[in-house]
T-cell receptor
Framework: DAGVTQSPTHLIKTRGQQVTLRCSPKSGHDTVSWYQQALGQGPQFIFQ???????QRGNFPDRFSGHQFPNYSSELNVNALLLGDSALYLC??????????????FGPGTRLTVT | AQSVSQHNHHVILSEAASLELGCNYS??????LFWYVQYPGQHLQLLLK??????LVKGIKGFEAEFIKSKFSFNLRKPSVQWSDTAEYFCAVNAPGGYQKVTFGIGTKLQVIP
């Protein structure tokens, strides 16, 4: 049973560029949440997708956008990158349809470095 | 808005010592509470959770946590730590119902010395 997978593992971008991160949820899961974890901090909620719609959003600017596909996989897009966007980006999946939407399984993360 | 406070950012213990990591949350209503662990080089894993019922919950690897509603606390405990418990521990909270975000604390790094 494959867990949550994320790609790429590491990424280096320049200020002003755009980046797309990808996530495949655990088998049987239908909900995907994205988090940003800066160095020395806990994960900060970015947004959650269910049924291909953004259902809840944290305190992140519109430069952060996402998408969920019919197969439940998801993308996180960040435009106009800033140095402060350097962080570990975590994807978490859960199953809303089974009533266990709060039991999240996390992927290994994508380490984004903005120079 | 929800918030989570973890009081100890870095804890160093010897093997067999007892562990208690503090967690307090701020939220006026019913909450779900979680402890996650991140072992070196691994991703976040759910250690234990509280949704309702018995306020003393048991998780994996001998960990337990007690929900004290009057104190808005959900402290993590283990009677005797092992070197393999060296990891970072995160307390988290969310409000049940709807599409509720999960709010994490800053984390506590636990180092167990053999």
């Amino acid at each position: 049973d494959a867990g949550v997978t994320q790609s790429p593992t590491h990424l280096i971008k320049t200020r002003g560029q755009q980046v797309t991160l990808r996530c495949s949820p655990k088998s049987g899961h239908d909900t995907v949440s994205w988090y940003q974890q800066a160095l020395g901090q806990g994960p900060q909620f970015i947004f959650q997708y269910y049924e291909e719609e953004e259902r809840q959003r944290g305190n992140f600017p519109d430069r952060f956008s996402g998408h969920q596909f019919p197969n439940y996989s998801s993308e996180l897009n960040v435009n106009a990158l800033l140095l402060g966007d350097s962080a570990l980006y975590l994807c978490a999946s859960s199953s809303r349809s089974t009533g266990l939407s709060y039991e999240q399984y996390f992927g290994p993360g994508t380490r984004l470095t903005v120079t | 808005a929800q918030s989570v406070s973890q009081h100890n950012h870095h804890v160093i213990l010897s093997e067999a010592a007892s562990l208690e990591l503090g967690c307090n949350y701020s939220y006026g209503g019913t909450v779900n509470l979680f402890w996650y662990v991140q072992y070196p080089g691994q991703h976040l894993q759910l250690l234990l959770k509280y949704f309702s019922g018995d306020p003393l919950v048991k998780g994996i690897k001998g960990f337990e946590a007690e929900f004290i509603k009057s104190k808005f606390s959900f402290n993590l405990r283990k009677p005797s730590v092992q070197w393999s418990d060296t990891a970072e521990y995160f307390c988290a909270v969310n409000a049940p119902g709807g599409y509720q975000k999960v709010t994490f604390g800053i984390g506590t790094k636990l180092q167990v010395i053999p």
